[in-house]
């Protein structure tokens, strides 16, 4: 019998760099030590040595994913670099039979990234009720996180074989989509829908090698470059389906999203709230922003008349009795430095019978506050992926509520807190962009588009509601 012949090698593509941290994150460790299960129910991955790190096949399936979407119209692509698995069939009795012989090895190899000089942070969060806006009882959750700006080596390695020769150019070119796609940035880890686990590849190289030519096998054995250097630019486009808003605001009114670990005084009297802070820069968090605007998507569909089932679709539900989906509304964390300052303010909290102080009642918080008008504070970013029409229309009446600063962010928003004022925007979707300027004007694409989408968000849920 004829001895089966090894596949060749045919190129060795490496693409390395600094993986940087831009939002914290978390990727979790699986176990929480008995003797802090009352305080943090979730704990950062490390290693032996008790560093962070960001496993390879969690950035395997980032990639992974993208690739998949990028190239859905070639999926041969993917299956070549990623590989695939033969699950055989399952016939009408429900057995399985084993698969063809047709799987393929996956053509990357991405390392585990180390995380250097990572400060570990502690967030948390709690539930909120739809209908009171009040926390719901046990639903207060704590965990650690990655603080942002750490940093670690990142390494991927592609190898090619002979069966592959065919697609080899598009391979290459792929992988070069991909190192584009690596030092623009993407998200990994968990609660990535509400703007942690940003991260991006600095300095990225892709070096080939051809091992149809000696000098490049000379050079892989010596672990030196070739000619074959890629360098990419780094711009992240999002994708044709992707609805992206990308808006800049003034603060109109203070804002305070209160930092649950604090103990700062203002003269003799203590402060019970400051504005949370992400090393040194003041910090909207994803969480903030993400429930807020759900908040007033539901409302905002309760007003149409729309089915509230709707807003699941793209938002995520994860409650229990619910078939759980995962969220493709996406926002972005925050942080801001630059034209503003904090002041604190001392306030009595008042007997809402008599009108008078409650005696031992005083307590004061410190806000940030804006200190010139009409300039930018707040750079505001959210997305919804494989966006429909009916769910652009949705995200355009958010956007509008947020530039009119009818919807308030943070805490103390009974006393005016957290109102914003719109100064410019841009919209991707389908394609193409409009921008908005300060008074609303819109240039790009014709106006009359975003119109079409909130005439679909009218007409949406009206085939589910003649089902029923």
Same mark, same amino acid.
């Given at each position: 019998?004829?001895?089966?012949?090894?596949?060749?090698?045919?190129?060795?593509?490496?693409?390395?760099g600094?993986?940087?941290?831009?939002?914290?994150?978390?990727?979790?460790?699986?176990?929480?030590?008995?003797?802090?299960?009352?305080?943090?129910?979730?704990?950062?991955?490390?290693?032996?040595?008790?560093?962070?790190?960001?496993?390879?096949?969690?950035?395997?399936?980032?990639?992974?994913?993208?690739? +998949?979407? #990028?190239? *859905?119209? /070639?999926?041969?692509?993917?299956? $070549?670099? &990623?590989?695939?698995?033969?699950?055989? =069939?399952?016939?009408?009795?429900?057995?399985?039979?084993?698969?063809?012989?047709?799987?393929?090895?996956?053509?990357?190899?991405?390392?585990?990234?180390?995380?250097?000089?990572?400060e570990?942070?502690?967030?948390?969060?709690?539930?909120?009720?739809?209908?009171?806006?009040?926390?719901?009882?046990?639903?207060? +959750?704590? #965990?650690? *996180?990655? /603080?942002?700006?750490?940093?670690? $080596?990142? &390494?991927?390695?592609?190898?090619?074989? =002979?069966?592959?020769?065919?697609?080899?150019?598009?391979?290459?070119?792929?992988?070069?989509?991909?190192?584009?796609?690596?030092?623009?940035?993407?998200?990994?880890?968990?609660?990535?829908?509400?703007?942690?686990?940003?991260?991006?590849?600095?300095?990225v190289r892709?070096?080939?090698?051809?091992?149809?030519?000696?000098?490049?096998?000379?050079?892989?054995?010596?672990?030196?470059?070739?000619?074959?250097?890629?360098?990419?630019?780094?711009?992240?486009?999002?994708?044709?389906?992707?609805?992206?808003?990308?808006?800049?605001?003034?603060?109109?009114?203070?804002?305070?999203?209160?930092?649950?670990?604090?103990?700062?005084?203002?003269?003799?009297n203590?402060?019970?709230?400051?504005?949370?802070?992400?090393?040194?820069?003041?910090c909207?968090?994803?969480?903030?922003?993400?429930?807020?605007?759900?908040?007033?998507?539901?409302?905002?569909?309760?007003?149409?008349?729309?089915?509230e089932?709707?807003?699941?679709?793209?938002?995520?539900?994860?409650?229990?009795?619910?078939?759980?989906?995962?969220?493709?509304?996406?926002?972005?964390?925050?942080?801001?430095?630059?034209?503003?300052?904090?002041?604190?303010?001392?306030?009595?909290?008042?007997?809402?019978?008599?009108?008078?102080?409650?005696?031992?009642?005083?307590?004061?918080?410190?806000?940030?506050?804006?200190?010139?008008?009409?300039?930018?504070?707040?750079?505001?970013?959210?997305?919804?992926?494989?966006?429909?029409?009916?769910?652009?229309?949705?995200?355009?009446?958010?956007?509008?509520?947020?530039?009119?600063?009818?919807?308030?962010?943070?805490?103390?928003?009974?006393?005016g807190r957290?109102?914003?004022?719109?100064?410019?925007?841009?919209?991707?979707?389908?394609?193409?962009?409009?921008?908005?300027?300060?008074?609303?004007?819109?240039?790009?694409?014709?106006?009359?588009?975003?119109?079409?989408?909130a005439?679909?968000?009218?007409?949406?849920?009206?085939?589910?509601?003649?089902?029923?």
């Amino acid at each position: 019998m004829a001895k089966e012949k090894m596949p060749q090698i045919t190129h060795k593509i490496s693409l390395t760099g600094r993986l940087q941290l831009l939002s914290p994150l978390l990727i979790g460790s699986g176990e929480t030590p008995a003797e802090f299960r009352s305080e943090v129910d979730k704990f950062v991955l490390r290693n032996g040595k008790e560093q962070p790190l960001i496993p390879g096949t969690s950035l395997a399936g980032v990639l992974r994913e993208w690739l +998949y979407a #990028f190239y *859905a119209k /070639e999926p041969a692509i993917p299956e $070549q670099l &990623c590989g695939k698995i033969d699950k055989g =069939r399952q016939d009408e009795n429900g057995q399985w039979h084993r698969g063809s012989n047709t799987g393929l090895q996956s053509a990357m190899n991405v390392m585990d990234v180390v995380l250097e000089k990572a400060e570990i942070i502690y967030r948390d969060g709690v539930a909120l009720d739809t209908y009171t806006g009040t926390a719901i009882e046990g639903a207060k +959750y704590d #965990f650690e *996180a990655v /603080e942002r700006g750490a940093e670690g $080596q990142f &390494c991927l390695l592609a190898t090619l074989r =002979r069966e592959q020769e065919a697609l080899t150019p598009r391979l290459l070119a792929a992988l070069e989509e991909l190192a584009e796609y690596l030092a623009g940035g993407f998200a990994v880890g968990a609660l990535t829908a509400k703007g942690f686990g940003r991260v991006r590849v600095k300095d990225v190289r892709m070096v080939t090698y051809d091992f149809h030519e000696a000098a490049d096998i000379r050079c892989w054995l010596r672990r030196v470059d070739t000619e074959r250097v890629y360098v990419p630019q780094g711009k992240e486009e999002p994708l044709p389906e992707d609805f992206v808003v990308e808006a800049d605001f003034a603060l109109r009114t203070a804002l305070l999203v209160r930092d649950g670990n604090t103990d700062a005084k203002d003269g003799e009297n203590s402060i019970s709230a400051v504005q949370k802070k992400s090393r040194n820069d003041y910090c909207l968090p994803g969480s903030s922003l993400k429930g807020a605007l759900r908040h007033r998507a539901e409302r905002i569909l309760q007003q149409l008349g729309r089915p509230e089932k709707l807003l699941e679709q793209f938002m995520g539900s994860s409650r229990a009795g619910d078939n759980p989906c995962k969220s493709r509304f996406i926002v972005q964390e925050t942080y801001f430095r630059e034209g503003v300052t904090p002041a604190a303010q001392s306030r009595n909290r008042i007997d809402r019978f008599t009108n008078a102080t409650i005696e031992h009642m005083l307590f004061t918080t410190q806000p940030v506050w804006q200190q010139r008008q009409d300039e930018r504070t707040l750079h505001i970013s959210f997305s919804i992926k494989a966006c429909k029409p009916w769910e652009a229309g949705l995200a355009l009446f958010l956007l509008r509520d947020l530039w009119l600063g009818d919807l308030a962010l943070g805490g103390e928003r009974s006393i005016g807190r957290g109102r914003l004022e719109g100064l410019g925007a841009v919209i991707h979707f389908e394609g193409g962009a409009w921008q908005l300027d300060k008074e609303g004007r819109v240039s790009g694409k014709p106006q009359q588009e975003l119109e079409r989408f909130a005439q679909a968000l009218q007409q949406a849920g009206e085939q589910e509601e003649a089902t029923v």
